[in-house]
């Protein structure tokens, strides 16, 4: 039997938020290692208009309003995929990072300038 997709069953915008937050946290520069196994993120794009530059990648303003949600950030700190210091910052946890969630190539997109 073939892994149940998306087994924490996180909602589209949790989904988009970790999503985020996982490339934050393997940004060089951006996501701190942790002795215990986390990483730390505490800074977080802002917008410019109708999308945001993510290392890399242009996503969508109207993707990451997650970014700015407590209750996203509870709802995956209670699923055991990030520590909340809301607003501030975040520690991934290894689950956290490892988490399918089948968006990236939906949000992500290749930047043209």
Do not use: C
């Not at 290894?94 to 968006?103: F, I, K, Q, R, S």
């Amino acid at each position: 039997m073939a892994p149940k997709k998306n087994p924490l069953n996180l909602n589209p915008l949790q989904l988009k938020t970790l999503t985020l937050f996982q490339v934050l946290a393997k940004m060089e520069g951006v996501g701190e290692p942790l002795d215990d196994g986390h990483i730390k993120v505490a800074q977080f794009p802002h917008a410019h208009g109708n999308h945001f530059h993510l290392g890399p990648y242009v996503v969508s303003s109207k993707d990451a309003t997650g970014l700015g949600n407590v209750a996203v950030w509870v709802a995956l700190e209670r699923k055991g995929l990030i520590r909340s210091g809301h607003p501030y910052f975040l520690d991934m946890t290894p689950a956290g990072l490892e988490y399918d969630t089948g968006m990236a190539s939906t949000i992500l997109h290749g930047s043209d300038h």
